[in-house]
């Protein structure tokens, strides 16, 4: 059983310092949500792992977004307070559930935490889920700091039940991982009251959902006056004719540049305060909107018919930060004398480009693939960085499950001019790419799918999910077995692989892509991160050997280290870092000239080459 260790009870009101994350969890547990569910995904991932240290509830991860909401609609109808969390893109997968949810509405409180990513620190695109809280009619809450991610999540699970309706907290990355004091209150026992029958309201056919769609307007109506009327839309005054209008991070950064100015903070970004804001403008002659990404707050201050100005002067990509917002502002004339003094760094950060750490277990099926001279379409996890150099061997990366699609896509329209691989990992498989390689089986389109099984969801930390045989809590349960399953699914030839052993590894690809149907093959080897290094001795290059031919560096492991000394030719020699090296013998299998020995050997010939 893997061991989680609980938290201690909050029964005390308790000052602390606790990132955005820990503090929605927390929120979470003093409003009595007993039932937390998710799909990990920078930034959200801590909410969920910091919910299920707390005693007294239920969290688990699901195999994706859409059914993590899918339970958390369960819990709540069942009466249960409930919270489910993802990451922006993670919220698409979830849509489905989520615009019907929002006719049935809900019982007890629901909460959806969608932590957005602007710059894409760890993701495919960054969109603005502002626009998926208006588009799916539910109310949105927008804090701006670890006690308002705190405090909001109280507020958004009561408007919940007040008003029967999913709640959406929208959070970035900055306010997911920095930290912040938080008022902590003790926590009250959860309560689960029972699910209850009521057809037309849970059974979304069409002449009950016409009814249940009339209701959700009617909801927005009572929504709208909440939001005009509550105190998380509020005006600061201050000095000056120039106004701002923000929320969310960006008021962190327009309070640094302009401590002084006129502002008015949105809290609630859906429904948009109009009215609050229109009675602000009055009291100022211009009116400046600050927001990350999307002109979500602009546009429809415009179609309210209130003057403004926004994103002529700010990005609507990538995160906003003081330097930005002060030359945005400095821009458009809306300093008000005030010019904020800017530190620079004065050194520069030598760039470090992400990389397959050393000893993982996915190098070697790169740099056989690239042997192979592959179309390789790739999906979401670590064996993405497979597509930088030097291995280069990764073509597309969309989406969650997409790999497996589009590879049967091209193979079904392409041919076989040259071998066709789609990659995946283990957790990626079970949250999108089971329902691609049945498509996949059943039009047989004759592709190869490598799974990659490294017993972990590595990408985020390493979490648990049904392929490791533990839950979140720390429960021994079922792992799925990828060869039986491919083989459930029709897949008549499904082969593991050891990826240590590049020569194995080399020969079962070619192998897999020779036979002209449907073919999978799984890896055997655990996360490197997570057990312990492989071997207990590094490995290290014979110099006087080594000729420079540049094999074990175009693996892209970082402890293989190139270096001043070179052959004859001119070629640079390389190192093994034996603080990095995990022994995991691929840069060993790759030398041509047998230049590379673990260091014992090396150190035993020294031996016995001195008694001698």
């Known amino acids: 059983m893997v061991k989680i260790k609980k938290l201690p009870e909050i029964k005390e009101p308790t000052r602390t310092l606790l990132s955005g994350n820990e503090a929605i969890a927390l929120g979470a547990r003093e ?60 919220v698409n997968v979830a849509m489905d559930p989520l615009m019907t949810f929002a006719y049935t509405g809900t019982v007890a409180g629901f909460l959806l935490v969608s932590a957005d990513d602007p710059e894409m620190h760890s993701s495919q695109n960054e969109q ?118 923000t929320g969310g991070i960006a008021y962190q950064h327009v309070r640094e540049v302009l401590p002084d100015a006129p502002l008015f903070k949105i809290g609630i970004s859906n429904p948009l305060p109009v009215e609050a804001i229109r009675a602000f403008a009055a009291t100022v002659e211009r009116l400046i909107v600050v927001e990350e990404l999307d002109p979500f707050y602009e546009e429809q201050m415009h179609a309210a018919g209130i003057p403004c100005e926004g994103k002529r002067y700010f990005p609507i990509e990538g995160e906003l930060n003081p330097d930005i917002v002060a030359e945005g502002l400095r821009e458009a004339g809306a300093l008000n004398g005030q010019a904020p003094e800017i530190h620079p760094v004065g050194v520069e950060v030598l760039p470090r480009p992400p990389v397959l750490c050393p000893g993982c277990a996915h190098r070697s099926v790169f740099t056989a693939l690239k042997k192979m001279k592959a179309e390789v379409f790739g999906d979401i996890g670590c064996y993405t960085l497979g597509a930088l150099q030097p291995l280069s061997a990764l073509h597309t990366c969309i989406c969650m499950g997409a790999s497996v699609g589009m590879a049967s896509g091209v193979q079904q329209v392409e041919g076989s001019k040259r071998p066709v691989v789609a990659i995946i990992g283990d957790s990626t498989f079970l949250h999108g790419g089971i329902t691609g390689l049945l498509d996949a089986v059943y039009n047989k389109a004759p592709v190869t799918i490598i799974i990659l099984d490294n017993r972990a969801t590595a990408m985020t930390g390493g979490q648990q999910h049904p392929g490791t045989g533990y839950t979140l809590q ?32 080399l020969k079962t690809l070619k192998r897999a892509v020779s036979i002209p149907e449907p073919t999978v093959v799984v890896t055997t080897r655990p996360c490197v991160l997570y057990p312990v290094k492989l071997e207990p001795e590094p490995y290290r290059v014979l110099l006087d050997i080594c000729n420079g031919c540049g094999a074990c560096i175009r693996i892209g492991c970082p402890a293989v280290i190139l270096i001043e000394e070179t052959t004859d030719k001119g070629l640079h020699k390389v190192t093994i870092d034996p603080d990095t090296c995990t022994g995991c013998r691929l840069c060993l299998q790759v030398c041509p000239v047998d230049a590379i020995e673990p260091v014992g050997e090396i150190e035993e010939a020294d031996k016995s080459e001195a008694e001698c």
């Open 31 to 90: 409003m009595g949500v007993y039932f937390a569910s998710a799909y990990p995904g920078t930034p959200s991932t801590e909410i969920l792992e910091t919910f299920a240290r707390l005693p007294g509830v239920k969290a688990q991860w699901s195999t994706n977004e859409k059914v993590a909401f899918e339970t958390g609609i369960g819990a709540a109808l069942a009466g249960a307070r409930t919270m489910v969390c993802m990451k922006h893109v993670g």
């Open 128 to 245: 603005d889920n502002r626009n998926l809280a208006r588009f799916a009619k539910i109310p949105m809450f927008e804090p701006s700091d670890s006690r308002e991610a705190h405090d909001f999540t109280k507020i958004a699970l009561e408007v919940s039940e007040r008003f029967a309706t999913p709640v959406m907290l929208r959070i970035t990355t900055r306010i997911s991982h920095a930290k912040g004091i938080v008022e902590l209150e003790p926590w009250p026992t959860p309560e689960v009251t029972g699910f209850k029958h009521d057809i037309e309201r849970f059974v979304m056919v069409p002449q009950f959902a016409r009814k249940r769609h009339h209701e959700v307007e009617l909801r927005l109506k009572r929504l709208m006056r909440y939001s005009e009327e509550s105190s998380l839309n509020r005006v600061e005054p201050g000095k000056g004719p120039v106004g701002i209008v």
């Open 474 to 505: 720390g429960e021994e349960t079922f792992a799925v077995d990828y060869i039986k399953l491919s083989k459930a699914l029709g897949v008549k030839h499904a082969f593991p692989t050891d990826p240590y052993d590049y020569g194995e590894t």
